[in-house]
């Protein structure tokens, strides 16, 4: 194999590696640390709740949460270089638990929050998921977009870009 055909493999297995969630329900942007807060305070995170990152990327928000706030964060990522990256940090984080792959297949029923920040495409999916395993009084926050046909309870704009939305399981 010459030199073009190796780096063009690199390239492609490291794509596909950081970038796997775009066949899914979004390719990897990170939340912006200067938001941690924001979600935290929304969702009135406090030590001991169980926190859900669906799609979680680096997971470095969930390292940041559980540390801060004492809380039990759980990740779940698609893409092997961000789940191997983020799987290896926990190890050294007793509160931040990382699992591999869709997360249409794991339960969320523990969830106290559940965070998103996805694509809107598959938002009446995800909308589905949640109503049938969220339990009652646990949280949704949704970065960017909302639910097209379900009203928040709250949304924090804060003057940023980005938007968060919260709604509450009843
Ligand atoms: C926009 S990024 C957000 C990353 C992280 N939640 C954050 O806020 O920093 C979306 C992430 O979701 C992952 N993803 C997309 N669809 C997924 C699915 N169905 N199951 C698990 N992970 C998924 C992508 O690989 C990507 O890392």
Known sequence: MDIFSI???F?????FGIFAGSY??????PTK??????????????PGMVF??????SANMLFYLSKK???????IE???FWYLYSKIKSLFYKKVKIKYGNFYKYNLSSADVVYAFLLPKNYS????KTDKELKMGAKLVLSSWPFENSKPIKIDVEGTLTAYYLYINT
Do not use: E, H, T
């Open 7 to 9: 780096s063009l493999w």
């Open 11 to 15: 390239f492609v297995i490291s794509g």
């Open 24 to 29: 899914f329900d979004a390719m990897w942007l």
């Open 33 to 46: 640390r200067a938001n941690y807060d924001r979600i935290a305070k929304l969702s009135q995170l406090k």
């Open 52 to 57: 859900y990152d669906i799609g979680s990327g």
């Open 69 to 75: 706030y004492n809380a039990d964060c759980v990740g």
């Open 78 to 80: 698609i893409a092997p």
């Open 125 to 128: 999916k995800i909308k589905n």
